[in-house]
């Protein structure tokens, strides 16, 4: 089993421990004053390992949908953890993917001006990103991700035998997020991904070394800039154009792949405003494209991304803040970029060619 690792944060330090043991004896995470938040479908699937989890008398299941990632839903699981007679000595855990941890974290983060949370990460994307960096984000109304924290987790544990029940476009969605961390690290780690897409996406046992690098990289960048202030903006690489294409198709396309699908866009855009070799757009585009294939004809209208690209929170108050592979060796920076006609019409010529 992989060594844990250690990242520091502004709450002091916190583990993200690697075991395949935790469904075979789930009963540790009952120590304590647990409140339990969990997915509902994770209930269902795994009602038997987690039976006595979910016996406790605080227990909160939840449908886990972009929809309910919002401060309404937040707000409700507040009131019944003050039912339930939260205390700050208590503590909140997670279970499920990424709209289940932005939730608790980013209620542990307010309830009772802060709490202690944990995190069991069920999905590849959140096993392989989100469950570190302190981050939570919650929709208000059309704007993704517009209010949040930065507030860790006291403890992550990773059990890759939760990804057993992951379909095809929940394993391409973690991968996207894989690729991402992988190209922000330099072009041979990104390479060293897309040789093994095809074999890493049927085969889980060789996932587990690309989800321990990629939470190594990440947490040189967070342990630098965890606020998020500086160097760790580049870890939006994908997600400026993947936000649009989601809001754009009604989130008809997963998160991971559609930031997969941004930065096919990304790159694009970057060689067409000839700030990046069109060597290196075609490189990437090629293991891009192999994992978003399957979502390639879903229908991407121009109009309404450019509205969801223009609401993104990176950007000024007259131009886009967008993150772009740039330069010889494409590394991962931000660019400004004014949303003008050029623009535009660079982003239509990107978005028809991901059809």
Not at 123 to 134: F, K, R, V, W, Y
Not at 209 to 235: C, H, V
């Amino acid at each position: 089993m992989l060594d844990a690792l250690s990242i520091k944060s502004h709450k002091g330090t916190y583990e993200a421990r690697f075991t395949a043991q935790l469904l075979l004896d789930p009963d540790f995470l009952l120590e304590g004053e647990p409140h339990f938040i969990v997915d509902k479908k994770i209930a269902e699937l795994y009602a038997v390992q987690l039976q006595n989890i979910l016996a406790s008398p605080n227990v909160i299941l939840i449908e886990a949908t972009e929809t309910n990632k919002s401060l309404e839903s937040a707000a409700q699981l507040i009131s019944v953890l003050v039912e339930q007679k939260t205390r700050r000595n208590h503590h909140l855990v997670a279970i499920g993917g990424g709209i289940t941890q932005d939730l608790v974290c980013f209620i542990a983060s307010t309830l009772l001006r802060g709490i202690d949370w944990k995190f069991v990460p069920t999905t590849l994307l959140a096993q392989a990103d989100s469950c570190i960096g302190s981050k939570s984000s919650i929709n208000v109304g059309e704007a993704k991700n517009i209010v949040g924290t930065f507030y860790p987790p006291s403890e992550v544990f990773i059990d890759p035998n939760f990804l057993t029940t992951l379909d095809q476009s929940e394993i391409r969605s973690g991968i996207g997020e894989i690729l991402k961390v992988h190209a922000i690290d330099s072009a041979e780690s990104f390479d060293k991904v897309a040789l093994e897409l095809d074999s890493i996406t049927q085969d889980l046992n060789k996932l587990q070394p690309f989800i321990y690098s990629a939470l190594s990289i990440k947490k040189r960048f967070i342990e630098i800039d965890e606020f998020d202030q500086g160097i760790r903006n580049i870890f939006n690489f994908g997600h400026s154009f993947g936000h649009a294409i989601e809001s754009a198709t009604n989130f008809g396309v997963p998160h991971g792949v559609a930031v997969t699908m941004g930065m096919d866009v990304a790159c694009q855009v970057a060689a067409m405003r000839e700030i990046l070799p069109k060597s290196h757009s075609d490189r990437m585009r090629t293991a891009l494209r192999r994992n978003y294939l399957p979502f390639s004809h879903v229908e991407i209208p121009l109009e309404e991304s450019m509205k969801a690209l223009l609401k993104d929170k990176k950007n000024s108050s007259t131009e886009l803040g967008l993150i772009l592979p740039v330069g010889p060796s494409a590394s991962i920076e931000k660019v400004m970029i004014p949303p003008d006609s050029e623009f535009i019409e660079q982003f239509r010529t990107a978005l028809t060619a991901l059809a």
